[in-house]
């Protein structure tokens, strides 16, 4: 059976690969999974789809199981039986069957080995490597199927893999000497392939290898202009088109859609990235960062519109809707932060301070207060901190925590103004216009255009 791309889907079924892909963009895993078993199932040698329906699994269930039950062996023997059983009488028939059980377990070992069995007899061979090399992945430790997966590669004339193979079981089984002599006598005939292959190198493949040459140290480049930025692209693109599974190349086109400030296709790109790459974790920070930027992006955008057309209701309801959905997401994802991480300080003051700005403010305090344990943003917690108590009308502790960040600054820098300012408009709320003009003097004997201390100071004046 041929194994086959994206592009040789059938029509009807590319509408529900496109689909997968959006609930992967989307972080819907579990969505995405039923989606591609769909697409598998009458197309069971489109190798793309089944790579990524393993990386989707991956990130539902994480990562290799620890071998239990009886004397070590795998969970679900029975189960496992039932599908080798059918394996014998119909291959083609038990690849949703091997795939059931690896949804359970991407890196169970005897499914895998399964697969790779079932799909050699199908002549499924990219399918079959695959198999393999998600053990190698998960249980590098697995001699025995490691072993299997360099013998393949040796068959099918791929020696440099094989040597890779041989080298990671050395890694956890040292004394192996079927895999040292394997290694050596691989790499020897990858060595011997090679060297034909530049001998036989004739002027023309030399000249395509120079063009490739001159395109990556191109791509490597900075401080393009965005017409060249934009010429890269395009040429990425292509290359895109021709394997959207390719995980340098989709990095690549991410980072072009920053430099070229396209935030919405850049969240899509690290997005994709990071499915591709089974859960990196800065290429998903990356995609939340580039989030941000196409939500802010288009929040100026439409703050530029009402500001051109002042009177238009509409509009206006627009960006007063939006900011209020951006703080409700702000607040989400700092949330989703800590939960990941509650120990980090400043996580914490992430969410604080989202609370605080979505009027939440009962909420922040505890968060806020656990926050101040940072010395290095200790100033801002307790800035924000007195903020939601001022909210709340609890004007002494909002002092507190304003005379406890005085207590840290010397400099009379822009920090120490917001502080002292915010400490002279407490004051003046709770009818100490003593202490209230006492902090706004502070500001006036250094920065006369500080906001509006100047009138507040003078006026006192007369």
């Not at 995980?247 to 899509?268: C, I, P």
């Not at 196409?294 to 809707?321: F, M």
Request: charged share 30%.
């Amino acid at each position: 059976m041929p194994e086959i791309t994206d592009k040789e889907l059938p029509s009807n079924i590319k509408p529900l690969w496109l689909k997968a892909l959006t609930a992967v963009q989307a972080s819907n895993h579990e969505y995405a999974i039923t989606l591609i078993q769909g697409v598998l199932k009458d197309n069971p040698g489109f190798l793309e789809g089944r790579k990524l329906l393993r990386a989707c699994e991956v990130q539902v269930v994480g990562g290799a199981k620890k071998k239990g039950g009886l004397f070590g062996m795998q969970g679900g023997g029975m189960g496992m039986m039932k599908v080798q059983g059918a394996a014998k009488k119909d291959p083609l028939g038990s690849l949703p069957l091997i795939e059931k059980e690896l949804e359970k377990d991407p890196y169970n070992e005897a499914a895998n080995e399964l697969l790779f069995e079932v799909s050699q007899k199908l002549e499924m061979y990219g399918t079959a490597a695959f198999a393999l090399e998600t053990v190698r992945k998960g249980k590098p430790e697995n001699a025995k199927l490691l072993h299997k997966l360099a013998t393949f590669y040796l068959t099918r004339e791929q020696p440099d893999l094989a040597a890779e193979v041989y080298n990671d079981i050395i890694k956890h089984h040292p004394t192996d000497g079927t895999a040292i002599k394997g290694s050596k006598d691989a790499s020897a005939r990858a060595s011997m392939l090679k060297q034909k292959w530049d001998e036989n190198a004739d002027m023309r493949s030399l000249m395509k290898d120079q063009a490739a040459f001159e395109e990556m140290e191109k791509s490597n480049r900075t401080g393009l202009t965005r017409e060249q930025l934009e010429e890269r692209r395009d040429k990425v693109v292509e290359k895109y088109n021709a394997d959207p599974n390719h995980l340098a190349t989709v990095k690549e086109l991410a980072g072009l859609y920053e430099q070229l400030e396209d935030w919405h296709n850049s969240e899509s790109f690290y997005t994709w990235a990071h499915s591709l790459s089974a859960g990196d974790v800065a290429l998903a920070a990356k995609a939340s960062q580039m989030k941000d930027k196409a939500i802010e992006s288009d929040l100026k955008r439409l703050e530029a519109d009402v500001a051109q057309d002042p009177s238009n209701e509409e509009l206006k309801a627009q960006l007063a809707a939006r900011r209020a959905d951006r703080r409700a997401e702000q607040v989400a994802e700092a949330q989703r932060r800590v939960d990941q991480n509650p120990t980090d300080p400043h996580l914490r003051f992430e969410l604080g301070n989202a609370l605080y700005q979505n009027g939440d403010h009962s909420a922040a305090i505890p968060h806020l207060q656990q926050a101040t344990r940072n010395p290095h943003i200790r100033t801002k917690v307790l800035l924000t901190l007195a903020r939601c108590f001022k909210a709340k009308s609890m004007f002494d502790l909002a002092i507190k925590q304003l005379s406890d960040a005085l207590g840290d600054l010397h400099a009379m820098d822009n920090t120490k103004k917001e502080v002292l300012y915010e400490k002279g408009e407490i004051h003046h709320e709770m009818g100490d216009r003593e202490s209230a003009l006492d902090c706004f003097k502070q500001i006036y004997e250094v920065d006369y255009g500080y906001r509006d201390v100047a009138q507040r100071v003078e006026s006192s004046y007369a």
